[in-house]
């Protein structure tokens, strides 16, 4: 059931809290009963192998992202290697997948319980941007360019639809200034390449390139004339023992923010929780009893039929 830190907010201002969105497109879990949060536009920005100690560090961006707008503190992971949290991310499961390799090499994820599936059946424009990846629905890694970095790959319905995988899934650089100006997609995933997420390149690097991309993201009319939310994850800590859980530097940068700091226990469904719950996906059954991050935002003071 959706829980929400603003209750007092929500009974002064929300007329029919109660009430539930429709739930289209995969299996559904619990419905929601109280508002979204009020946020129109999501970015979703995912780095590399990294806790918190070692990211938000003084002199970062990183940093002052994290003092200036908002800090999930508790945000964990325990899955390794990387491919599966990005599955997580995406699907609220790992579906069978416990390595890294290309799309090609491993067995594709069956079904339709998934947030591309989800996005299309609502309706909402989306797109996933892979820096340095060159040709769209590219399948096979390149020494910048991880494809297993990239999880909408991994799907079936997306792999035996070339026409919508060529235009869901394009490359960073040619088509994501554009399409930010275009105001068309309201979902935008984007995946730094092997050196400006921190796997192969220091933190400086991964640091100049968030300012420039966030700065450029509020820029636009997305931001300064919508509702817009940009989630700064992590995949996984730099720790590789067996189970051994990771506090993951995660941002919430928004300006429909509602706190600075949340404490509660969020994981890799967390997010895609609060992301069915902006849209009003419906739940999927994977994450139907996580905790989504909707503390940090305003929320909506109707809910969308």
Not at 84 to 111: E, K, R, W
């Amino acid at each position: 059931m959706r829980k929400t830190a603003l209750l007092g907010i929500v009974a002064a201002v929300c007329l029919g809290c109660g009430a539930s969105p429709t739930t289209t497109g995969a299996t559904s879990g619990d419905p929601l009963t109280g508002p979204p949060p009020d946020v129109q536009t999501v970015f979703t920005i995912v780095f590399e192998n990294e806790d918190a100690s070692n990211v938000l560090t003084p002199g970062t961006f990183f940093s002052d992202a994290s003092q200036q707008y908002g800090v999930a503190t508790n945000y964990t992971s325990s899955t390794h290697p990387s491919l599966p949290n990005y599955i997580m991310m995406t699907s609220g499961s790992l579906n069978g997948i416990t390595t890294d390799n290309d799309p090609t090499a491993n067995v594709p994820v069956q079904g339709h319980d998934h947030l591309a599936y989800q996005l299309d059946q609502k309706g909402v424009m989306w797109r996933a941007y892979m820096e340095s990846m060159d040709s769209p629905c590219n399948m096979t890694s390149t020494t910048l360019y991880s494809a297993h970095h990239d999880p909408f790959l991994y799907y079936a319905d997306l792999q035996n639809d070339p026409a919508s995988c060529n235009q869901h899934v394009v490359d960073f650089d040619q088509n994501f200034a554009g399409d930010l100006a275009s105001g068309l997609y309201k979902y935008m995933w984007i995946t730094p390449n092997m050196c400006d997420d921190m796997h192969n390149c220091p933190l400086a690097d991964a640091d100049a390139w968030l300012k420039k991309t966030v700065g450029q993201i509020q820029a636009s009319d997305v931001w300064t004339k919508g509702k817009a939310a940009i989630f700064v994850l992590f995949d996984e800590g730099n720790s590789r023992a067996p189970g051994a859980s990771a506090a993951l530097p995660t941002l919430v940068i928004s300006n429909q923010l509602a706190q600075h700091s949340v404490t509660t226990a969020f994981d890799h469904r967390s997010y895609l929780a609060t992301v069915e719950d902006i849209f009003g996906l419906g739940r999927l059954p994977t994450t139907a009893d996580a905790t989504p991050m909707d503390a940090f935002f305003v929320p909506a003071t109707t809910v969308a039929p």
